[in-house]
């Protein structure tokens, strides 16, 4: 899967980490705030990719395509923002060394990769 020529970073959305299960959950994305590039993400921004090519869609470590993670388990859209589920990490020492930051709450951000197909600028914010 192509990540993107952009990037969007999301901090301390961390819900949950299962050590045992090797499962993360959590929130990639969050809709309605401006971020630090002054965009806005818009609710339905990732629902047609999701749709498309979920199965298409890897758990990276740090979008390094040589360290996948694995899959999601469940990836959609909510009312707060895009909402996940990792299907259990794949047990190589990079997974194993993530899910243990994680629940040391070391790692508390995700981002994601994507390109705009549609956007809108008003007064300087860019909404995507």
Known sequence: MYLGDERKYHFG??????????R???????????????????????????????DDIFFLNQHRWFE????????TEDAYGLYFVSNP????????????LYDAGIIKEHSVG?????????E???YI
């Open 24 to 54: 993360v959950t959590g929130y990639l994305s969050s809709f309605d705030n401006v971020d630090s590039d002054g965009d806005v993400i818009l609710k339905g921004a990732y629902k047609k990719s999701i749709h498309e090519r979920k």
């Open 89 to 100: 990490l794949i047990d190589t020492t990079y997974s194993m060394d993530a899910l243990k």
């Open 68 to 75: 996948p993670h694995g899959y999601f388990e469940e990836l």
């Open 114 to 122: 994507f390109n705009t197909i549609k956007d809108e600028v008003k």
């Open 13 to 22: 959305e961390i819900k949950d980490v299962d050590l045992k299960g090797k």
């Open 124 to 126: 300087g914010i860019r």
